[in-house]
């Protein structure tokens, strides 16, 4: 894959290609013809989303479905689907809410729903996280913390990860490290400076074991830390999009730099809390950050909600607002977060997560020993990633045939986004079965199969 290629699909699946004009041609009729062409026609179009895969009627559970009915598990979500789409018990909860006319809370006023979403998550989250900041989104979230990390040090600068993503603000772009957002927009924030994340099988310096990535991943944050003193923050994911799954020896070694040289560690839970990673927050897999950033199943799946919980100490900008949002202490949001989170505990969905993702992690090690397009396969709790690769030698990545696997899935029931090209991310509702699971699977190996004989969607 040329260098363009590769930062053109860094987040996802793109929609200027021949395969899926293919796709189009082979599976938009009537109705969904006709909205689709509407869609184009009045959307601004970017390429991961307009134009579209295919127009949604419904979605609920662990399935999304279209227009002419067909249904498929979809294992992307946008990763707002941990208690499954238009759970029924969320539904209930917004429902109430509305009957109590307690919806909207204007800036100043606060409301009993917010006030109970604050103390839960102040109880649920690690450490002693325990002051809450809400805003209707994840980009918005992440800049909260990074001013707050700014107002704390009186310092700018940023440390984060190439090829991770943290909105599309301009801020939060600036802080990912994916070219793809903040390309041709000219200077994004001063003072963010990038590092590698630990990715054990494609690192850059051709390291064999663990302890020599982290200490070299190690070593380059400190290298900036020394030589762009004064750095107000790390922002990262715990475990990264891909997912790459760091040792807990990483970021302990990682808080410990933040410790000696005064900068606040932040950690992006937008796609891993709420059990997604096989516990509430992925961070209890390390260590507590100095901020953790919330958002998408905040909402409940249903409405847009994001914000951030830090600590005690830290709640010392009272005469600045960071979190100046109209939806700040929305009440309808509060209340869908609320009962989100009242299903995952009742449900024991984290624990969930975690027994269904060894066993499907073991069904893909075992389909690796089969299927040499699968070079690697890491992941926690539901947060899987499949790497393919054209040579397990070289781990060239097998752009083209991620894409051509996707749709081929799609074509049998099973919806998923790429990542970095060659990535096919699997990262279903926490409500799946095992059984369903079992069906994804083997659409997926009926699928990889196909595309190792033909090369060809
Ligand atoms: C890890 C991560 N951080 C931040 C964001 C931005 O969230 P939002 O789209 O709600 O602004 C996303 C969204 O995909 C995300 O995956």
């Known amino acids: 894959m040329d260098s363009d290629e590769r930062f053109e699909r860094q987040q996802g699946d793109v929609n200027t290609t021949p395969n899926r004009q293919k796709y189009w041609e082979r599976n938009l009729a009537g109705q969904a013809r006709h909205w689709f062409e509407k869609d184009n026609q009045y959307f601004l ?21 279209d227009l002419n009915g067909r249904k498929y598990i979809d294992m992307h979500g946008n990763g707002i689907h941990n208690a499954g789409f238009n759970n029924p018990e969320v539904i209930q909860a917004v429902k109430r809410q509305l009957d109590e006319e307690m919806t909207f809370c204007p800036r100043r006023y606060t409301n009993i729903p917010a006030i109970t979403l604050a103390q839960k998550l102040a109880a649920i989250t690690p450490g002693e996280l325990c002051r809450c900041l809400f805003c209707p989104g994840g980009s918005e979230a992440i800049e909260m913390a990074v001013a707050l990390a700014k107002l704390v040090t009186g310092r700018f600068k940023t440390i984060s990860f190439w090829d991770s993503y943290h909105g599309t603000t301009l801020g939060a772009a600036g802080i990912g490290g994916e070219e793809h957002f903040s390309g041709g927009l000219g200077p994004m924030i001063p003072g963010a400076f990038h590092v590698e994340f630990p990715n054990y099988y494609r690192n850059p310096w051709g390291f064999t074991t663990r302890d020599e990535v982290d200490a070299e991943c190690l070593r380059q944050i400190e290298l900036v830390l020394q030589r762009a003193p004064e750095m107000a923050a790390i922002v990262g994911e715990p475990i990264s999009a ?27 839970e937008i796609i891993e809390g709420f059990g997604r990673t096989g516990k509430m927050f992925a961070s209890e897999h390390y260590v507590t950050p100095d901020v953790l950033v919330l958002g998408k199943a905040l909402g409940g799946g249903l409405v847009p909600f994001a914000g951030i919980v830090t600590k005690e100490k830290y709640n010392v900008c009272r005469h600045r607002s960071i979190g100046h949002y109209t939806h700040e202490k929305n009440a309808l949001c509060a209340a869908a977060a609320l009962a989100e989170i009242e299903y995952i505990e009742k449900n024991r969905l984290h624990e969930h997560a975690a027994r269904l993702g060894e066993y499907t992690l073991r069904r893909l090690n075992a389909m690796k020993d089969d299927h040499p397009l699968i070079g690697d396969v890491t992941g926690v709790g539901l947060h899987i990633g499949i790497d393919l690769v054209k040579d397990r030698q070289t781990k060239q990545r097998a752009v083209d045939e991620a894409e051509m696997l996707m749709f081929k899935c799609l074509e049998k029931g099973l919806a998923f986004k790429t990542i970095e090209g060659n990535v096919i991310t699997l990262r279903p509702a926490l409500v799946i079965e095992q059984q369903e699971m079992d069906r994804s699977l083997d659409i997926l190996e009926e699928s990889i199969a196909e595309v190792e004989r033909d090369r060809r969607y």
């Open 45 to 65: 179009h970017q390429s991961l989303s307009t134009p579209v895969i295919n127009v949604l009627a419904k979605a609920h559970g662990i399935y999304i479905e």
């Open 242 to 268: 891909k997912p790459a799954v760091p040792t807990r020896r990483y970021w302990t070694g990682v808080q410990q730099l933040c410790e000696r040289y005064g900068a606040l560690l932040v950690f992006d």
